[in-house]
């Protein structure tokens, strides 16, 4: 599968609380290259999580993703809005605990290297909630990230329909804000609340 720009920023955006992503300011032309809207829902029964649970995940995922061309260079920046709740339920003890992710991500720089690369600096900022049972609110980590991503543009530095992720470069602003998760194992989290 083919890594595009857009689904790297997605795929971080999801899979970090801080994620990941792209983002960007408006040019004072024309319409933006690209503007979605997306809402997904599933739901899937996994066995052996976290090693022995049996668990239903639910997720809701929706949000909103707008790429513009900015700068006199005519680079592309991203933006996207994400908002994910996703819902672990113990299948054994029907106790369930619940992880609400809202992100917000944009690029703050795009530098055209001139070796067929871009280096891309996203701020993403946001927070993780963590809900027990009951509704209770258990663990709290908002806060912001600065971090760097290599993409190929494909010979194209202004076309980004043909750019492919290449490499995360790392953080180059660590998290502030509050970190209740740090240092807590997810597993041992999820069964400590739903055991």
């Not at 995940?57 to 995922?61: F, K």
């Given at each position: 599968?083919?890594?595009?720009?857009?689904?790297?920023?997605?795929?971080?955006a999801?899979?970090?609380?801080?994620?990941?992503?792209?983002?960007?300011?408006?040019?004072?032309?024309?319409?933006?290259?690209?503007?979605?809207?997306?809402?997904?829902?599933?739901?899937?029964?996994?066995?052996?999580?976290?090693?022995d649970?049996?668990?239903r995940?639910?997720?809701?995922?929706h949000?909103?993703f707008?790429?513009?061309?900015?700068?006199?260079?005519?680079?592309?920046?991203?933006?996207?809005?994400?908002?994910?709740?996703?819902?672990?339920?113990?299948?054994?003890?029907?106790?369930?605990?619940?992880?609400?992710?809202?992100?917000?991500?944009?690029?703050?720089?795009?530098?055209?290297?001139?070796?067929?690369?871009?280096?891309?600096?996203?701020?993403?900022?946001?927070?993780?909630?963590?809900?027990?049972?009951?509704?209770?609110?258990?663990?709290?980590?908002?806060?912001?990230?600065?971090?760097?991503?290599?993409?190929?543009?494909?010979?194209?530095p202004?076309?980004?329909?043909?750019?492919?992720?290449?490499?995360?470069?790392?953080?180059?602003?660590?998290s502030?804000?509050?970190?209740?998760?740090?240092?807590?194992?997810?597993?041992?989290?999820?069964?400590e609340?739903?055991?």
């Open positions: 599968m083919r890594i595009t720009r857009r689904s790297c920023a997605l795929a971080l999801s899979g970090l609380t801080a994620a990941t992503i792209v983002m960007a300011a408006t040019p004072a032309v024309a319409k933006p290259l690209e503007r979605v809207h997306f809402d997904e829902m599933t739901s899937e029964v996994v066995e052996n999580f976290c090693g649970l049996r668990v995940i639910d997720t809701d995922a949000g909103s707008l790429f513009n061309f900015h700068g006199p260079n005519g680079l592309g920046y991203g933006a996207e809005k994400l908002h994910v709740s996703t819902t672990y339920t113990n299948l054994t003890t029907g106790k369930s605990m619940t992880e609400v992710q809202s992100t917000l991500s944009k690029d703050l720089k795009v530098t055209d290297n001139g070796d067929g690369t871009l280096t891309l600096l996203v701020l993403a900022t946001g927070s993780l909630k963590v809900f027990g049972p009951d509704g209770e609110f258990l663990f709290n980590d908002p806060g912001q990230v600065r971090f760097e991503l290599l993409i190929d543009h494909g010979g194209t202004t076309d980004p329909s043909d750019d492919e992720f290449l490499e995360f470069l790392g953080i180059v602003k660590g502030t804000g509050r970190s209740d998760l740090e240092g807590r194992d997810f597993c041992d989290v999820l069964h609340v739903t055991g």
